[in-house]
């Protein structure tokens, strides 16, 4: 049941104390963008608990110009990161539009709905906030702002809120956008707009400082002073994502970022595919749009994996324990951001990438997984020979890595050796340009003299700090998915 904050009920009084006394926001505004509360159920946080547990929630309701709802957003004050939507798969909309008046030409987009109303409160400017933060802009939310002349984009000011302000603008429209940076240059300055508020700021001085995103092939150190600084304090964002599943992984490469190639190989058989499967599902779950591109495989027998991978990791029981709860775990799974290409076998280079830049642009896809190379572009050349074939679809993938930001994982089957020999960054098969632009080189290795289930992962080339190394793996045959023996812990649930 969804409650009103001014109702007289235990779990209203304690979100409104929270939004009053800890955001620094107005009961007149949480009035004016309808926002409520009501008790959901999620995960115990507990490893040794399964049940779920009851916490009191802020309501955030997205409804039209006319104020109809069309979708609620239910998050936490207990676990920020414990939210759902309602209902399950709905169409996304901003909050606040409601706020909005009809005849209104210039409106400030907030990462947050905090940051939306304490803009609003501060400056009494029209703000809406976006319903996925700053991982995606949809086509519906681009369609939504066609209407306004002029876009203020008040993105968080850390790494992860700059770079989405500057996808964002480009899908907007740079001519409309500007940005605004809240720290202004300082390491100690408010992160987000609500940051600005509680420390007393003048959001209004703030909002008339921002800039327009400069052109991306024409800059200057001064535009890029404020991006040097921000990974100067922020050592840890550059680094990247790191992995929940795989944390050798995580102290090798230091974390997933955007903009990078990675090229996986291993011999046949060996389980690269359920590996990637299961890398990528950890990063989606942790909120990374992703796009599937298998040409070995079907989807089916993909999201198979996936879908089981994602059961067994969270619960600890056995992939063929997922019968009786099958719909409850594909709904689960369906809310996840992960996309697939319907290609299979040989496909021109171009069209693949034709459908990357595709969803890069309408869903904002940031990690994108083909598997494989060799599949990708069997058969085709006219006249150029296998490798030039090959050089050329890699220096497209590298183009399109660089250019959209997005992470883009490769894998290249390895050149036929001994079975006995380890594989090395030479074993990749194609030329040397294949391993010259990529980031990252990674390979799935086993050794004939080692059980069944052992692996290691082996880092051989890493462009980011140049750290070398392995990662023991043990693959369970009955949860389908591989463990981490570098850590003693079970990996953490998402």
């Not at 676990?79 to 210039?106: I, W, Y």
């Not at 500007?178 to 408010?190: I, K």
């Amino acid at each position: 049941m969804i409650q009103l904050l001014l109702a007289e009920t235990h779990e209203a009084q304690a979100i409104l104390n929270f939004l009053v006394q800890k955001r620094g926001l107005k009961s007149e505004v949480l009035v004016k963008y309808k926002v409520g509360a009501a008790l959901r159920r999620f995960a115990s946080r507990s490893s040794s608990n399964q049940r779920e547990e009851l916490e009191p929630c802020i309501v955030f309701p997205s409804l039209d110009r006319n104020g109809d709802l069309i979708r609620l957003k239910l998050r936490s004050i207990l676990h920020k990161s414990n939210q759902t939507f309602e209902p399950k798969g709905g169409m996304r909309a901003l909050f606040g539009m409601h706020t909005v008046p009809k005849d209104c030409k210039s409106i400030v987009v907030t990462e947050g709905e905090l940051d939306a109303m304490a803009v609003y409160q501060a400056t009494g400017r029209p703000t809406v906030s976006l319903p996925n933060g700053a991982n995606a802009l949809s086509s519906e939310i681009v369609e939504a702002l066609e209407e306004f002349e002029s876009i203020v984009l008040w993105l968080d000011d850390d790494i992860s809120g700059q770079n989405a302000a500057k996808r964002f603008a480009k899908k907007l429209g740079l001519q409309r956008c500007v940005n605004v940076q809240t720290r202004g240059g300082r390491y100690d300055g408010p992160k987000d707009a609500n940051e600005a508020l509680l420390l007393k700021k003048d959001l209004n001085v703030l909002l008339n400082s921002a800039t327009r995103i400069p052109h991306e092939q024409i800059i200057t150190f001064k535009d890029l002073r404020e991006e040097v600084f921000r990974e100067l304090v922020n050592p840890k964002q550059v680094e990247g994502l790191p992995s929940s599943c795989f944390p050798g992984i995580t102290r090798l490469l230091k974390g997933h970022r955007p903009g990078e190639l990675t090229l996986f190989t291993g011999r046949t058989g060996v389980g690269k595919t359920t590996f990637l499967s299961q890398l990528s599902l950890d990063y989606a779950c942790q909120g990374v749009q992703t796009l599937w591109g298998s040409f070995e495989i079907s989807n089916v027998r993909l999201a198979k994996v996936l879908l089981l991978q994602m059961f067994t990791f969270r619960t600890g029981k056995s992939a063929v324990e997922i019968v009786p709860d099958f719909e409850e775990w594909a709904e689960l799974f369906e809310q996840l951001p992960i996309y697939f290409l319907k290609f299979t076998g040989s496909v021109p280079i171009d069209r693949v990438i034709d459908a990357m830049e595709y969803a890069n642009y309408v869903f904002d896809v940031s990690h994108v997984v083909l598997d494989n190379l060799q599949f990708m572009t069997g058969g085709q050349g006219r006249g150029m020979d296998r490798f030039e074939v090959m050089d050329s679809a890699l220096q497209k993938i590298r183009e399109f890595a660089s250019g959209s930001g997005s992470h883009v994982t490769l894998v290249i089957h390895p050149r036929k050796e001994s079975e006995r020999d380890e594989l090395t960054i030479g074993s990749v098969f194609g030329s040397a340009k294949a391993t010259q632009e990529a980031d990252n080189v990674i390979v799935l290795q086993t050794h004939h003299d080692d059980p069944p289930d052992i692996r290691r992962l082996c880092v051989l080339k890493n462009r980011f700090d140049g750290q070398l190394g392995s990662v023991p793996l043990v693959f369970d045959v009955h949860r389908k998915i591989y463990l981490d023996s570098s850590s003693r812990n079970e990996p953490p649930q998402h």
